[in-house]
């Protein structure tokens, strides 16, 4: 039997997200939802199936790029902080980011949306300083629980490139946001 990679079953689940997201963009149109910021933060774990793993907070600013016709564009400015184990090293990460996403509302109280992310950063750790580049995607869904207020969750894959060691998986997110 064939063995699929993670990586393949990542892609195949954010391209099912993106599917659902632009086939549910119908409740934007008719709702007097805008806004002109977000702000946020939340908790993140990355699990490595070839033995790392990392976790750690993050918070974010973000602006609509496109708001209308119920697909909205939004750009997320992100500041992370992360632990991230590979083998028996340890790196301590800071590290800003940039995610684009793109989505609509599926009812008034759930919006869905995929989305890219990349960034940079520095961390050490094991006596050694590393340059750290990380990238990504995957989808999430804000659920509102104040017309100004959501839960967010979101999974995903996240790559980081790490000294000379590239490592990553599935990550998954959970935090609220604001909408001003």
Known sequence: M?????FTKTAKFVSLLIAIIFSTNSYAQESDFTFKRIGGGGFTVVFDMAGGYGWGGH???????R?????Q?????IGKGMSVVVND?????????NK????????????????????????GGNETIALNL????????????????????EVGYLQHHLGNKLIGGMSASIGVRSWF
Do not use: C, W
Not at 59 to 65: H, L, N, S, T
Not at 67 to 71: C, E, N, V
Not at 89 to 97: F, L, Q, V
């Open 2 to 6: 064939k063995k699929v990679s993670l």
């Open 59 to 65: 918070g974010e600013f973000a602006f609509p790029v």
């Open 67 to 71: 708001d209308r016709g119920g697909l």
């Open 73 to 77: 564009i939004i750009s997320h400015i």
């Open 89 to 97: 090293n340890r790196y301590g990460i800071g590290s800003i980011a």
């Open 100 to 123: 684009i996403s793109f989505g609509g509302f599926l009812s008034p109280k759930i919006r869905t949306y995929g989305f890219i992310q990349g960034g940079i950063g520095i961390g």
């Open 134 to 153: 990380n990238f990504g995607g995957g989808g999430g869904m804000d659920v509102f629980v104040h017309r100004r207020m959501s839960i967010y969750f």
